[in-house]
């Protein structure tokens, strides 16, 4: 099989095409995998260095936006697997234009090249941040979509785009809805990877509002195996919800990563709300673990304890990319 992964040199895309190449995702028989990447600033060279020198693998520096490199580079392919977008909401709040080109032109121009090229299967990787806020319970498949952020409303937008292309083409696509997702080589910049790299440096961490935010953790593996579970068996048309089953306020999240790193809450710094913040996401799994057999795997503690051993072993990795203080 030949898979197309665009965004495969970002934070979960390069965890997918790790796991496929090191055969962690035995269901998809491999023969090649190519990269289609801008290498924003959100990439990182290194991301892909353990699997660089597998013959599979092909990466494609350019922009999904690109139309006549994006024919080009689907063509040949089985499936294809869409990570690439702008995915950091604060970026969204601050300027929302490449969220809306990225996420929503790229997706429509992926999905043409698809269309034209007769690939056997499109996967939209999605957010569950495409429902806005739930107070209790949990959003199902059919739940209404009310994006808060440009970011949410512009992923909201591509998914949107996808099930059509399935509806009036007959294209096969599968959207897959993860919640939070925390790991290695996440770029510095959202809660997990930037509260754990400031403690590290000796420095204080920003917690929003008054941190009573609830967001669901789940492991960027899971996440993954998650995905190439709805690549394989999912249904076209349909939508998977990838929930952790972990939920916890920022301010217990804080409590756990200032632990983690041996820091006291004086190094919490309340910094004004984020605007439009949504208050609390939760995924109902009970479709996805039915028709896909997945839950998560990784216990939130476990898994966290490893990421922040990860970013203390990888600073090599991290520091320069953070911004100097
Ligand atoms: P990321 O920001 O770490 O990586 C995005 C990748 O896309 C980068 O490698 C970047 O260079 C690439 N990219 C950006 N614009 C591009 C363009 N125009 N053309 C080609 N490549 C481009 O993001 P991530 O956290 O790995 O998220 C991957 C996907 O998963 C996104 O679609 C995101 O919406 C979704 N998602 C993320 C999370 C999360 O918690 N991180 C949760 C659920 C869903």
């Known amino acids: 099989m030949r898979i197309l992964v665009t965004g495969g040199a970002g934070f979960i895309g390069s965890a997918y095409v790790r796991r496929l190449l090191a055969g962690a995702e035995p269901d998809l028989a491999v023969d090649a995998v190519t990269v289609l990447d801008a290498y924003t600033y959100a990439a990182t060279e290194d991301a892909l260095d353990p699997v660089r020198t597998d013959p599979r693998l092909r990466i494609v520096r350019g922009d999904v936006r690109d139309a006549a490199l994006v024919d080009v ?43 034209r090229h007769g690939v056997r299967r499109y996967v939209q990787v999605s957010t569950d941040e495409v429902y806005g806020s739930i107070a209790t319970g949990a959003w199902t498949e059919d739940a209404r979509l009310d994006p808060s952020s440009p970011y949410s409303a512009s992923k909201a937008g591509a998914d949107l785009l996808a099930l059509a292309y399935h509806r009036t083409h007959g294209l096969d696509v599968v959207v897959t809805r993860g919640a939070n997702t925390y790991g290695p080589c996440q770029y510095p910049e959202k809660i997990v990877p930037l509260f754990v790299t400031n403690l590290l440096d000796g420095h204080d961490v920003p917690l929003y509002g008054d941190g009573g935010n609830v967001r669901d953790w789940l492991h960027v593996d899971d996440h993954c195996h998650g995905i190439a579970l709805a690549q394989t068996c999912g249904r076209a048309g349909r939508v998977y919800h990838l929930g952790g089953g972990a939920e916890l306020t920022n301010r217990e999240l804080t409590g756990r990563l200032l632990a983690a790193c041996g820091a006291g809450w004086d190094r919490v710094r309340p910094v004004a709300d984020r605007k439009g913040h949504d208050r609390r996401y939760a995924l109902d799994t009970t479709t996805t673990h039915r028709e896909l057999g997945w839950s998560p795997t990784v216990d939130l503690d476990t898994g966290l304890a490893a990421t922040v051993e990860w970013y203390r072993a990888n600073r090599g990795w991290w520091q320069p990319l953070k911004p100097r203080s």
Not at 101 to 107: D, I, P, Q, R
Request: proline share 0%.
């Open 73 to 115: 580079v689907v063509a040949g392919h089985d499936d294809v697997v869409h990570f690439a977008a702008e995915s950091h909401v604060d970026r969204s709040i601050a300027g929302a234009a490449d969220f809306v080109t990225t996420n929503v032109v790229g997706t429509q121009t992926l999905l043409d090249a698809a269309l």
